[in-house]
Structure formats: structure tokens, C-alpha cells
């Protein structure tokens, strides 16, 4: 039931985005956008500026991607890539890095391998007394709430791109 809408925009070379940090300045031709405004949910509130899931989540999609993106030399094109998510009933982030990496080829961006990922979860009853636990894949969002660990991995047919573990208990 996650859904999302990904676009790409290729620019020119004067597009980049000028980076100054305390640690790093430069430019970057790779920008990725994650946006999960609350009627994904299901909620009817504000969409206030981006908060902390944004920028973790559009990082984890950006991270999986670099590594198949040609160089400056093979396509010297600056590109924009805007995730939208309409509905979220699991892995958003996951559905962008899938959604991203077919709206690259599709724009005829030449990436060396296509990169999906899943998600994964640890469900526990380890905080009742019990000791047993399962692993889920495809993970949905009742049963990330009460699970123990959130795994997310993303990669090509040759390895592992992107990787994001949150523990919970």
C-alpha cells in the first residue's frame, strides 16, 4: 500500500547545488528529495517544513543510489530527483529508492545496475516474559510499531548500496 509518485529533472552544469559546511564545500550534481506529507497517513494536518523522517528517509534513498550513478565525464548533467509519497502502509524509503532508480532509467540516465531494497523487522515478546521472535519482510506499519528493529537494505544484483538498522527496544 506505499505508494509514491518519483520524478527526475536533468539540468545543466550551473544547476548544481553549492554546498558550504563547516567541514565541506563544494558542489552536488545528485539531489534527491523525499517528501511524506500527512495525507499519506491518513492525516489531515499542516505540511509544516521537512523534519527529521525527510531527511533520514531522502538520505537513505540518496545513499543507495550514489554508487550506480555515472560520472561527470559519462553524462554531465546535474539531476534532481523529488520522491513523493502518497500512501505509506511500509517502507517509504524503500519505495523511493525502487521508484527513484526506475525514474532514472527511464530518463535515460545511464546507472550502472538498478537498486531496490526491502525492509525488514523484528517482532519480539521478549519485553513479556517470552523469548521468541520473528523476522518480517515487507514490513508493514502495524507491524513496525510494535517491533523491536526497523532493517532496511537496499542494493544491486552485485551488492549492497545502502544499509539502515533502527532498534527499538
Do not use: W
Request: glycine share 12%; aromatic share 6%.
Amino acid at each position: 500500500e506505499t505508494q509514491s509518485i518519483t520524478t527526475v529533472t536533468l539540468g545543466m552544469k550551473n544547476d548544481e547545488k553549492l554546498v558550504d559546511e563547516v567541514l565541506y564545500r563544494g558542489k552536488e550534481r545528485f539531489l534527491l528529495h523525499y517528501n511524506f506529507p500527512p495525507f499519506s497517513t491518513g492525516e489531515a494536518k499542516a505540511a509544516r517544513g521537512v523534519g527529521r523522517r525527510e531527511i533520514g528517509h531522502g538520505a537513505l534513498a540518496e545513499k543507495a543510489l550514489l554508487p550506480v550513478l555515472p560520472t561527470k565525464e559519462e553524462f554531465p548533467y546535474t539531476i534532481r530527483v523529488v520522491s513523493e509519497v502518497l500512501g505509506s502502509n511500509g517502507s517509504s524509503s524503500m519505495g523511493s529508492t525502487c521508484g527513484s532508480s526506475l525514474s532514472l532509467m527511464d530518463a535515460g540516465v545511464p546507472i550502472k545496475r538498478h537498486v531496490a531494497g526491502i525492509a525488514m523487522g523484528l517482532a519480539s515478546d521478549f519485553n513479556e516474559g517470552g523469548n521468541s521472535y520473528k523476522l518480517l519482510t515487507d514490513l508493514q506499519d502495524l507491524e513496525d510499531g510494535k517491533g523491536g528493529m526497523d532493517f532496511k537494505v537496499a542494493g544491486t544484483t552485485v551488492g549492497i548500496t545502502a544499509i539502515q538498522l533502527d532498534t527499538k527496544t
